[in-house]
């Protein structure tokens, strides 16, 4: 069965103290590994999608690393307003429109001004 | 312009009832989904739906029927309401670009539903 396991369940870091997130995934058949956040109160919100061992993207402050068992979610210079909660989700191998998107259960980011 | 629309957003109602829960897309997408994100955030997938199709089913109450009118709504109803039921679900499309890619999802806001 697909699992994803991210890590820390929280992080409080001060604003512009940089550090990292981490989502370890098992799934057969990696067809992509995708980043979201998530404000309280709100739907998730689609950040990265990284399809092969040694991608990488950027957005302002994050970048999303993928290695061929962990994604990295690396924040840079963190400002108060990227506080919420990073979810990493990876979808597997399957038939053609049944690839399920399996989620971790989020690292809640706050960032201390 | 609201790309994933859901209706109602907070929904409290008593054990026993039947709700529904209606979501659209403007994005063109061929592919909706509904998601139960529990009391920890863990989002699950419940079902989704390819061009009208029932494609995901997971095991889910038979109380728990999607419904799919056209591409651009997918709607749940829910028989006999629990309070197990009490969640927040998500609805979410995508597009299928091919059989071999990945393919990101979008997600509405969510309908906070309350079985008292």
């Known amino acids: 069965e697909d699992q994803v396991t991210q890590s820390p369940e929280a992080l409080r870091l001060q604003e512009g103290e940089s550090s990292s997130l981490n989502c370890s995934y098992t799934?057969?058949?990696?067809?992509?590994l995708f980043w979201y956040r998530q404000d309280p109160g709100k739907g998730p919100e689609f950040l990265f999608t990284?399809?092969?061992a040694g991608e990488e993207k950027e957005k302002e402050r994050l970048k999303a690393t993928l290695t061929k068992k962990e994604s990295f979610l690396h924040i840079t210079a963190p400002k108060p307003e990227d506080s919420a909660t990073y979810l990493c989700?990876?979808?597997?191998?399957?038939?053609?429109?049944?690839?399920?998107?399996?989620f971790g259960t989020g690292t809640r980011l706050t960032i201390i001004p | 312009d609201t790309a994933v629309s859901q209706t109602p957003k907070y929904l409290v109602t008593q054990m026993g009832n039947d709700k529904s829960i209606k979501c659209e897309q403007n994005?063109?997408?061929?592919?909706m989904y509904w998601y139960k994100q529990d009391s920890k955030k863990f989002l699950k997938i419940m079902f989704s739906?390819?061009?009208?199709?029932?494609?995901i089913n997971e095991t889910v109450p038979n109380r728990f029927s999607p419904k799919s009118p056209d591409k651009a709504h997918l709607n749940l109803h829910i028989n006999s309401l629990e309070l197990g039921d009490s969640a927040v679900y998500f609805c979410?499309?995508?597009?299928?670009?091919?059989?071999?890619?990945?393919?990101?999802?979008?997600f509405g806001p969510g309908t906070r539903l309350t079985v008292t």
């Open positions: 979410a499309s995508s597009h299928a670009k091919d059989a071999t890619s990945g393919y990101e999802q979008y």
């Open positions: 799934v057969s058949g990696l067809r992509g």
């Open positions: 990284l399809y092969s």
């Open positions: 989700a990876a979808q597997g191998g399957g038939v053609f429109g049944n690839e399920k998107l399996t």
């Open positions: 994005l063109g997408h061929d592919t």
């Open positions: 739906y390819n061009n009208k199709e029932l494609i």
